[in-house]
């Protein structure tokens, strides 16, 4: 009975510690498929974002389940100008407040469909995951999350960023904020310490995927853990982003005003 309770114990405790689903290279291809789209978490809300590269409008339907996937717990038919991408919100109230963690978004062009992971990060905090090309963004890194109880290490931060399918780069410029600062010469403020890492997109016509990496070792480690940073769509200047007005009441019928960025 012991030893019944205590691998109970253990299972719990590996779930607890268990990170949220880091991105993976098979993930940015998937986000790279016909049509391009990509998904992330904002507290309670997931934001889906479509990309239409054909000329002629075009409708798609998202569904989303959580991890047990018996039934969608919302579908939603969209209708998506050429040359456009469809940033469409779903609550807690849109989910059902959903029990189940939701890690993967289903998106339907026609018969054939396919699965998105949801990006939520624990290292990183991200402003936008839409960007136009040729503008600056900032990426927050919390230092503390990276090192757990580790006392002493390295983080070894990509020196460039990768565009997936123009495979364009650009320089990642690198700031630590330590987390401590003088408000008076015997006053001494402290914080958690995080990176602060700008990147300039580069000037692209159509749509590409930006993506970077960081690497951790431990003094204990004998060889750096590697993970993917978050994945943002960038746009060029041939791109609307558009999202949809508060008084949508029925996602099919195209009927709500659209809302250009």
Not at 66 to 79: P, T
Not at 229 to 236: E, S, W
Not at 250 to 260: K, L, M, R, T
Request: aromatic share 10%; net charge positive.
């Amino acid at each position: 009975m012991k030893l019944r309770m205590i691998l109970i114990v253990l299972l719990l405790v590996c779930i607890v510690s268990v990170p949220v689903l880091a991105l993976e290279s098979r993930d940015i291809r998937n986000y790279n498929e016909s049509p391009m789209a990509i998904a992330w978490r904002k507290n309670d809300t997931i934001y889906v974002a479509i990309v239409n590269e054909n000329s002629a409008r075009d409708s798609y339907r998202i569904e989303i389940y959580d991890a047990q996937r018996r039934s969608a717990l919302v579908k939603r038919e969209v209708i998506i100008p050429g040359k456009s991408i469809l940033v469409e919100s779903f609550t807690s109230r849109d989910l059902k407040n959903a029990k189940s963690p939701i890690q993967e978004v289903t998106i339907y062009s026609g018969y054939y469909g396919r699965t998105i992971k949801v990006q939520e990060h624990e290292w990183f905090t991200v402003d936008d995951y839409l960007v136009p090309a040729n503008s600056s963004i900032t990426v927050q890194v919390d230092v503390s999350s990276i090192r757990g109880s580790s006392s002493f290490g390295r983080i070894v931060v990509d020196d460039v960023f990768e565009m997936y399918n123009s495979r364009n780069t650009g320089r990642i410029s690198v700031k630590l904020d330590s987390g401590f600062s003088y408000t008076s010469p015997n006053i001494i403020e402290y914080g958690q310490p995080k990176l602060i890492l700008t990147m300039r997109t580069p000037y692209i016509r159509d749509v590409d995927l930006l993506s970077f990496g960081i690497a951790h070792r431990p003094s204990s480690a004998r060889r750096d853990e590697y993970t993917l940073g978050p994945v943002i769509l960038v746009y060029g200047r041939n791109y609307e982003v558009l999202g949809l007005g508060s008084n949508r009441s029925n996602p099919s019928d195209g009927s709500s005003d659209w809302v250009v960025r």
